[in-house]
């Protein structure tokens, strides 16, 4: 396969990924707004009901995780020639993370697993996104693959990611992420913090970089392709 193609392929990956998560973004901020009194309601009285924006914002994560799989892999194809090591150890952790977001995401759906788990794997998997997203930026910055700016923004958003995981854990995220216990999360100020950041930046690197990365991949394409 030649390196155009493989250019094309991940670019188009990348804008999949990133229209992907911002519309499950969109869909998760109309639950809350829209569905979320009447789900406690029901959920306090044990009444199943059918929610289509929390669906589709579980739904769509398992999609754009599987983009951002393809993403990993054409990234690693283009950088392992100048960072065989590198890229390869960067790849690994972007597929952790990847298979975690979406497992977690598609076990949700099924009802193979809590609200509270979901939560819990969700949050950890934005560590080993970060390494791969600091690994990978800063490796494409080095080889030209992408813009200063860019990559910049990618290692930025990497490592706050797991900077935000490793603070949350200590100050016990994973408990209150399990029992779905917001209200104590939010009187806790370090925690909320953290967590906070952590999902920002999951917001950032999962829909305005990957616009980045596609529009930077596809711009590469010689004309006529």
């Known amino acids: 396969m030649t390196t155009s193609k493989i250019k094309r392929i991940g670019g188009w990956a990348a ?4 229209i992907l998560y ?3 973004f969109v869909a998760l901020v109309l639950f809350f707004a829209v569905e979320y009194e009447q789900a406690a309601s029901n ?8 929610y289509p924006f929390g669906f589709a914002s579980d739904l769509l994560p398992v999609f ?17 020639d ?3 090591r590198w890229s390869q ?10 298979l975690t977001l979406l497992l977690t995401n598609l076990l949700f759906v099924l009802h193979a697993i809590t609200l509270g ?3 819990q794997f969700s949050f950890l998997a934005f560590a080993p996104t970060g390494v791969w997203l600091a690994i990978v930026n800063a490796l494409a ?7 200063p700016r860019l990559s910049l923004l990618g290692m930025i958003v990497g490592i706050g990611e797991v900077v935000a995981v490793a603070v949350a854990i200590p100050s016990g995220a994973l408990p209150m992420l399990a029992a779905a216990d917001f209200a104590s999360m939010s009187g806790n100020l370090p925690l909320l913090i953290s967590v906070s950041v952590g999902f920002l930046m999951g917001l950032i690197g999962g829909t305005v970089w990957p616009f980045g990365v596609g529009r930077a991949l596809l711009g590469s394409q010689p004309k006529g392709e």
Do not use: C, K
């Open 43 to 50: 959920n306090a009285r044990g009444v199943e009901a059918f």
């Open 141 to 147: 910055r080095r080889d030209g693959l992408l813009s």
């Open 89 to 98: 150890i960067g790849a690994a952790f972007g597929a952790v993370g990847g």
């Open 117 to 119: 788990q979901q939560g």
């Open 82 to 84: 100048t960072a065989p």
């Open 64 to 80: 754009a995780a599987a983009a951002t799989l393809i993403l990993v892999g054409v990234l690693y194809g283009l950088l392992r």
């Open 15 to 18: 804008l999949a990924s990133g």
């Open 22 to 24: 911002l519309f499950a």
